[in-house]
């Protein structure tokens, strides 16, 4: 069976700097993909990124950017820049062809300090 | 578009009693599903539905019932609630397409009912 490894429960990133949240996954599929979501305190989730793992080119989206890394099974999110905004619980996800049942991580709350 | 409304934010149950949670979409989205957030645990699936008539157990089903007889509408039943049921519940919906990736859109969730159960 599939699982989702986030191993983090918790970071912090200065305003303005870098973080990056790890994600591991365990499948025995090639073809699948892979999601982070994010959570804010207002608790309606939104999908930050999205990537397909047969493609080689590393998802981005304005600040957000993922390192994938498909023979490791490791899906990390970078945050650039960090603002405020950014402060929230961040759910990696995976879901395959052939299936309509999404698995998610546990999570890992990101906390910005001004 | 009011995306996906859920009802209630909050609601307080005794063992024992049953009750629905609605879920509604007015985007004409065919997969629809229901979570449970548990700290530490992530979300877990406890059912979908690929349209209407079409539902199916996700990861954690026991205790609970769905059923969908339009597409907009996908409420969640608790026959007989237990503390255990004592959770952040979550709906979401998203396109289907055709192909390999049907399932891979984004999903838009609602804001989440939060249930305790005494």
């Known amino acids: 069976a599939q699982t989702v490894t986030q191993s983090q429960p918790e970071m912090s990133v200065q305003e303005a700097e870098t973080v990056t949240l790890s994600c591991t996954y365990d499948?025995?599929?090639?073809?699948?993909?892979l999601f982070w979501y994010k959570q804010p305190p207002s608790r309606q989730m939104i999908l930050v990124i999205r990537q397909e793992a047969y493609k080689q080119q590393n998802a981005t989206e304005n600040r957000f950017s993922v390192n994938f890394q498909k023979a490791a099974k490791s899906f990390s999110l970078k945050i650039s820049d960090s603002q405020l905004g950014d402060a929230a619980m961040y759910f990696c996800?995976?879901?395959?062809?052939?299936?309509?049942?999404?698995?998610f991580g546990t999570g890992t709350r990101l906390k910005v300090l001004a | 578009n009011a995306g996906v409304t859920q009802t209630p934010k909050f609601q307080v149950l005794k063992t024992g009693q049953s009750m629905t949670l609605q879920c509604a979409q007015d985007m004409n989205h065919e997969y629809m599903s229901w979570y449970r957030q548990d700290p530490g645990m992530g979300l877990r699936l406890i059912h979908y539905s690929v349209g209407a008539g079409i539902t199916d157990q996700g990861e954690v089903p026991n205790g609970y019932n769905v059923s969908r007889s339009t597409t907009e509408d996908f409420p969640l039943r608790l026959l007989s609630a237990a503390p255990s049921q004592t959770s952040v519940y979550f709906c979401?919906?998203?396109?289907?397409?055709?192909?390999?990736?049907?399932?891979?859109?984004?999903?838009?969730f609602g804001p989440g009912t939060r249930l305790t159960v005494l």
């Open positions: 979401a919906s998203s396109y289907l397409t055709s192909g390999r990736a049907a399932a891979a859109n984004e999903q838009f």
């Open positions: 996800a995976y879901w395959r062809p052939g299936t309509y049942k999404y698995i």
């Open positions: 499948t025995s599929e090639s073809d699948y993909y």
